[in-house]
């Protein structure tokens, strides 16, 4: 599968705004438009769309867990695939090749994520990948990590 991560920049910006999810969905993850304006406030986010070939079908964000002080933990997010090409395994391409960058930067040990609750479909996704969940925050969601070395 031709899956490839690119930097979100002038050139493709409007790429990832045009992504859909169903209206179901909106209740668990924030539309690229808004994930991309709030990380224009915080120069650690990274923005990447998620393209089969020259095609663009989702989009990722992740960044230093610095706000829940844990600086050597990258957080996963934003997840998003197009809902027309949702079930095709882009995602999982998606993750594996974000897991890949991550574990490249230095001085991180760990990624979390998390889910919504009645969003458990993810939980099962995540799992794939080893994730584990470590706890259930204040907000309904559940948290979950993996750890590398």
């Not at 769309?49 to 079908?57: I, L, T």
């Not at 934003?78 to 490249?104: N, P």
């Not at 799992?127 to 750890?147: A, C, G, K, P, S």
Request: one cysteine or more; aromatic letters at 14%.
């Amino acid at each position: 599968m031709a899956i490839n991560l690119r930097d979100i920049t002038k050139d493709n910006w409007v790429d990832m705004i045009d992504l859909e999810i169903s209206k179901e969905q909106e209740r668990f993850v924030a539309l690229p438009s808004e994930a991309i304006a709030a990380s224009k406030f915080y120069d650690h986010y990274i923005n990447r769309g998620v393209y089969f070939g020259d095609k663009p079908v989702g989009f990722i964000q992740y960044y230093p867990n610095l706000g829940d002080g844990k600086p050597n933990e990258i957080f996963i997010d934003q997840l998003l695939i197009d809902v027309s090409v949702q079930g095709q395994g882009y995602g999982t391409e998606a993750i594996k090749l974000a897991l890949e960058e991550i574990k490249q930067l230095k001085g991180f040990n760990s990624v979390s994520i998390c889910y919504v609750e009645g969003h458990d479909v993810m939980k099962a996704f995540f799992e794939r990948f080893d994730f584990n969940v470590v706890e259930q925050d204040e907000y309904d969601e559940t948290i979950m990590e993996l750890h590398f070395a």
